[in-house]
């Protein structure tokens, strides 16, 4: 059993670093793609205050499909370019967003959610998918925690045998 608890927030370099040695502990010797995830949704949604949401969404035929999140159901298919995800998908970068409801296109899957980061997964080469987390907080989100979430999305493609 892996224990998790939120982190403390004093110092977000420190939170980010403690969350990325957990998350490596949770991946070590297993490689499969949807136990990983699966985990690493868990573990963001428990660790990280002020969340309503933590997931991913996988390329499929040319859009975004539903993969393992913790929070309220969620919008199943994305295109891509539309709404953060597909718009982080499609330009290949980390997109922080201080308030959806400024977002131009912004999919409300949950009306609670009013601040969002999402993290384009790469492979190869290829984007392969992205990691999303959502607030209800406004501004829950700043470039301290893309940087950090980053690092924890690369640990995560390291660890997982996944294609593209």
């Not at 490596?24 to 793609?33: C, I, S």
């Not at 539309?82 to 330009?91: F, I, L, N, P, Q």
Request: contains cysteine; glycine residues 10%.
């Amino acid at each position: 059993m892996f224990a998790t608890a939120p982190l403390p927030s004093d110092s977000k370099p420190a939170l980010y670093a403690e969350l990325l040695a957990q998350a490596r502990a949770l991946f070590e010797g297993e490689r499969d793609p949807g136990a990983n995830a699966a985990n690493l949704a868990a573990l963001l949604y428990h660790s990280l205050a002020g969340l309503n949401w933590a997931g991913f969404y996988w390329m499929k035929e040319g859009g975004l499909v539903l993969g393992s999140f913790q929070g309220r159901p969620a919008c199943v298919r994305i295109a891509l370019g539309k709404g953060v995800c597909g718009t982080a998908a499609r330009e290949r970068r980390t997109i922080v967003v201080p308030d959806v409801n400024a977002f131009p296109g912004h999919i409300a899957c949950d009306s609670a959610s009013r601040s969002e980061v999402v993290i384009p997964l790469v492979r190869r080469g290829e984007v392969i998918g992205v990691m999303d987390l959502d607030s209800p907080q406004l501004k829950r989100f700043d470039e301290d925690d893309a940087r950090g979430l980053e690092a924890v999305a690369h640990a995560f493609l390291e660890s997982t045998d996944l294609g593209g």
